[in-house]
């Protein structure tokens, strides 16, 4: 993200509350720990190989309660970052998301791994909100409530709860959408489970676009359509794929991570794909599972989307050029990919030709966000000037490590 060039930690008291909420019932034990270790290492080459969507021919990891705590026990601290980050790179750029007493509503909801990061973000701002969240697996609505009560230790602001739901089609979320108006809907690495295909997906964020269009039309506030997805190729494309569509429909507006109705540069690559990444320590507990497991988190990797309905932005800093790359050092010079307007553009700054204005390029990080980019003939950094944001950020809510 734009405005963290660093690794950080979980707020300490949010740590806290998390392994009380996750552990509270067996202890932080070693036999505990490689008992969820050895469910962890069963289920997780279903989300490797097919990113955890619902076979036909056998049960779900999530309709396993021993696999469905070891998931929850490692990919929910794992997971729960990624809203935040979004809540405040959006707030920093003039967007009220979560705004005081939003509603918020999420499908496949897990162990509740949404709200934990709605509710990281919203402790620091103070806001009060009511999230309801919608999921499958009987096993996950109880874990989630159960580690929803805990995280009101945390901060009691908000109204939280969670319910079985075995509607697959978009028909049947429209359903639900109509009983519950709300300002935010969200699917958080669950929009391929609910619909593995491209046109599913588009026909169903056609539906609910569609729904919330009609809700602003009511009251006059903005809708958010949030859609959080794997780091990974295939989900990656297919979500740039569906803001194609939903774009060209005059659904919706775009407005992070892309900035405007621009084409994808990533798209024009069969073998290119889009996400985010930042460094991140995790609680302690995280690495003795994953350990036990062979796996090892040291990351936050996503692709997201975050989509208004309704509302005008005025000041909107559409012409923003995003870096959609790591920093390539190569032989005497710095490189990076930028996200333009006119598509994904290979920038560099050579060493020996480096100016006062072009030595923070040497420095940047994915996600920097620039006002002005100038290039010359060989993508040769001219003049850049960095984004200049609306409002500071709180470095107490990403803490160092």
């Known amino acids: 993200m734009f405005f963290l060039d660093r690794a950080f930690c979980y707020p300490e008291a949010l740590s806290k509350a998390l392994h009380d909420a996750i552990w509270k019932s067996t202890g932080y034990s070693e036999k505990e720990v490689k008992r969820r270790s050895e469910s962890l290492l069963l289920l997780w080459p279903k989300l490797a190989e097919d990113l955890g969507t619902r076979n036909e021919k056998e049960n779900h990891y999530s309709e396993k309660r021993d696999q469905a705590l070891a998931y929850a026990s490692y990919y929910l601290p794992a997971n729960a970052p990624k809203i935040p980050l979004i809540l405040e790179e959006a707030q920093l750029l003039g967007l009220d998301v979560l705004a005081e007493k939003n509603r918020w509503l999420d499908f496949g909801s897990g162990p509740g791994t949404a709200l934990w990061g709605a509710v990281w973000w919203a402790k620091a701002y103070g806001r009060n909100f009511h999230f309801q969240g919608f999921e499958q697996s009987p096993h996950f609505v109880d874990y989630a409530s159960q580690f929803a009560q805990g995280l009101r230790s945390y901060h009691s602001e908000h109204q939280a709860s969670f319910t079985n739901f075995q509607g697959k089609s978009a028909k049947s979320l429209e359903k639900v959408l109509d009983r519950n ?80 109705d621009r084409a994808c540069g990533a ?135």
């Open 181 to 260: 108006p709300a300002e935010i809907i969200s699917f958080m690495n669950s929009f391929h489970e609910f619909f593995p295909t491209l046109e599913g997906k588009i026909e169903a964020g056609t539906l609910i676009l569609r729904n919330l269009r009609n809700q602003f039309r009511k009251d006059g506030r903005p809708r958010w359509f949030l859609l959080v997805e794997p780091a990974s190729k295939q989900n990656s494309r297919d979500l740039a794929s569906c803001l194609r569509a939903w774009q060209d429909a005059k659904l919706a507006k775009v407005l992070l991570p892309c900035f405007s």
């Open 267 to 401: 798209l024009s690559n069969p073998k290119d794909w889009c996400h985010e990444a930042v460094d991140c320590e995790f609680p302690e507990f995280v690495g003795a599972i994953g350990a036990g497991a062979g796996l090892r988190k040291e990351s936050v990797l996503f692709s997201y989307a975050l989509i208004s309905v309704g509302g005008e932005f005025p000041d909107w800093p559409q012409k923003t050029k995003r870096m959609v790359s790591q920093r390539l050092e190569q032989k005497g010079q710095t490189e990076a990919y930028f996200c333009c307007e006119e598509g994904k553009i290979r920038c560099r700054v050579q060493h020996s030709k480096t100016l006062p204005n072009t030595e923070a390029f040497h420095h940047f990080t994915r996600g920097t966000l620039l006002q002005t980019l100038s290039l010359g003939e060989k993508g040769d950094v001219l003049e850049m000037q960095p984004l200049q944001t609306k409002f500071n950020y709180t470095e107490t809510l990403f803490p160092k490590v």
